[in-house]
């Protein structure tokens, strides 16, 4: 009885048989995505015009370095492990810079921590205002290239939802805040925490429960 | 399957042919029950069809077959722990009633009780409890004769078992 029932669900399947757009390759789609980054990265730094000591200040203190590092890891290989999640058979490649990209960001935002607290890196006296206009930034410059790679991240076959959104967040709002990362003159620990590491962090914290409904709507 | 998603039925239905052996091999060897088993290679099978516009002719198939019947397979767990948790079956209706109205199993006719109770169903829980519990139907095969998706059939049949629940409860108090 069910074995036939698998052939007559084998031929409804077969039955006016639709063509389907193939979903384009992980390395298409990540070059768009990329792409966007670099377009908006230049538009932002045209838009902010001539900044004083911006590249001196990434290799002048190592703490930046580290959350360049931290942040860079978190961007592109959280966008690699998002675009990997919906698209079966590239689970191993998924798994490891998933573990990639969130070891980038709890590094950095560990030592980004770690240098606050104790003092290390200045900057202690700025005030707040100033982080929280960082954070608004890197969520904005999220917008394009992380709203394409959730887009992209729709069209595929999504196998668990809610930790594909999870690194789907990171890897979009990691690419908004190493843009603003990347930019931004001002010095401080406690500023690199909230006003760039913390986009990544808190964006994908809200946006999990959301995206990850949306996922398992339309992307199975 | 780069030929499925160009559209050509006769390839797509001999390569759904050709893995279905491999798909019962992968299932049997987590589900012993052969009608259960083969409700989830149905589940594979569809969830194969959603999926196929992410396949990739430069990549090999094995690996993007068993991860999708992988989670297939899981996620049919899952929905069978989730239904067996909230439905009732006929057995169990049938524990509801008095001895008396139980349905005799040699015959395989419903006891007056039972039938009556089906009679007050709405007509869509009726059709889709009666097309699952006495006919004997796979979600997916009663899904595809009452032309809803199986999501919905199941909705009518859960519907359907607490109604009936309901009207057995009430005959005998």
């Given amino acids: 009885m069910t074995s036939r029932g698998t052939r007559g669900l084998i031929e409804s399947l077969v039955a006016d048989l639709p063509p389907v757009r193939r979903l384009p390759s992980l390395r298409g789609l990540l070059a768009v995505v990329l792409a966007l980054w670099v377009a908006d990265f230049i538009a932002y730094r045209l838009m902010r015009g001539p900044i004083d000591g911006s590249l001196e200040r990434l290799t002048a203190s190592w703490g930046v370095g580290i959350v360049v590092l931290g942040l860079g890891l978190a961007a592109f290989c959280g966008a690699i492990a998002g675009l990997a999640a919906g698209m079966p058979g590239r689970e191993t490649l998924g798994r490891v810079t998933r573990c990639l990209a969130l070891l980038g960001l709890g590094f950095a935002s560990a030592i980004a921590l770690a240098s606050s607290v104790t003092g290390v890196d200045g900057g202690a006296g700025m005030p707040i205002h100033l982080d929280g206009l960082c954070f608004s930034k890197a969520i904005m410059m999220a917008l394009l290239p992380g709203g394409a790679l959730l887009v992209f991240l729709l069209m595929g076959w999504v196998q668990r939802p809610m930790s594909s959104a999870a690194i789907a967040l990171v890897g979009a709002f990691g690419l908004g805040a190493l843009t603003v990362h990347l930019v931004c003159p001002l010095p401080g620990a406690r500023h690199m925490l909230i006003g760039h590491l913390g986009a990544p962090v808190v964006m994908s914290l809200l946006g999990l429960l959301p995206l990850g409904l949306l996922l398992r709507r339309f992307a199975r | ?173």
């Fill in chain 2, 1 to 173: 399957m780069a030929a499925a998603q160009a559209g050509d039925a006769d390839q797509y239905r001999a390569l759904l042919e050709e893995i279905l052996p491999v798909l019962r091999g992968l299932v049997r060897a987590r589900v012993r029950d052969s009608g259960a088993a083969e409700d989830v290679v149905q589940n594979v099978l569809l969830s194969i069809h959603r999926a196929r516009h992410t396949f990739r002719p430069e990549r090999p198939f094995g690996p993007w077959l068993r991860a999708i019947a992988r989670n297939a397979v899981v996620d049919s767990f899952r929905q069978v722990g989730r239904r067996l948790e909230r439905e009732v079956g006929v057995e169990a209706i049938d524990q509801l009633a008095a001895p008396e109205a139980r349905r005799p199993p040699e015959d395989g006719t419903l006891s007056p009780r039972l039938e009556q109770a089906l009679k007050s169903l709405p007509e869509k829980q009726r059709q889709a409890v009666e097309l699952i519990q006495l006919q004997g139907l796979s979600v997916a095969e009663a899904a595809a004769v009452a032309r809803v998706s199986a999501g919905a059939l199941k909705v009518r049949a859960h519907r359907g078992y607490k109604a009936l629940r309901r009207a057995l409860a009430g005959v005998d108090h």
